[in-house]
């Protein structure tokens, strides 16, 4: 069902968005997918569930990228790593149509562009309260080199990963219903924010 209530979360590394995104699933009392969309859509396509995590790591139109990063090409005149993308979407359009979600990351604001009940935000931090975050969190990894670093390389790869496979701009405010600096307010005030919005839509929608 294309009206199913499907909040999308864009986020920087190290924001808080895939934290925004569990709570606002729990508060909302609706599913909750992130890397949940990586296994299924391993097991659906038959693709190795870490050569998905590498697609969401890096994205390029490069014919021999693929050929370095998983051996070979695709037999259908596709790059693997688009076989990969459209698999990881097929899977978003599945779950989106089975009941009300939020999805973080994966493009899922792009896949998901016709659901008329649809709401995307993108969460974004200073530096220095994103490298704040990573150093108190053991759900960030980053080796061998400095967090300032990282959190320049991983924000260049989803932004890479973003522009090439939808046309936009990574992170561009004008793409989203919101953008909001949870470094300065919050995971729980965003949360706040994100649900005030909703419900005002909801409601001048007459939903």
Known sequence: MKDNLVITIGREYGSGGREVGKKLALRLGIAFYDRELITRAAKKSGFDEEMFEQLDKRATNSFLYSLTMFGTAGTNGMSLTDQLYLAQANVIRELADMGPCVMVGRCADHVLREYSNRFDFFITGSMDARETRLRGSADYEITGRSIASALEKMD????????????????????????????????????????????????????
């Open 156 to 207: 260049k790869q989803r932004a890479t990963y973003y522009n090439y496979y939808t046309g936009q701009v990574w992170g561009k405010s004008n793409h989203y219903d919101m953008c909001i600096n949870a470094g300065r307010i919050g995971v729980d005030a965003t949360v706040e924010l994100i649900l005030d919005y909703v419900g005002k839509m909801k409601n001048r929608a007459g939903c």
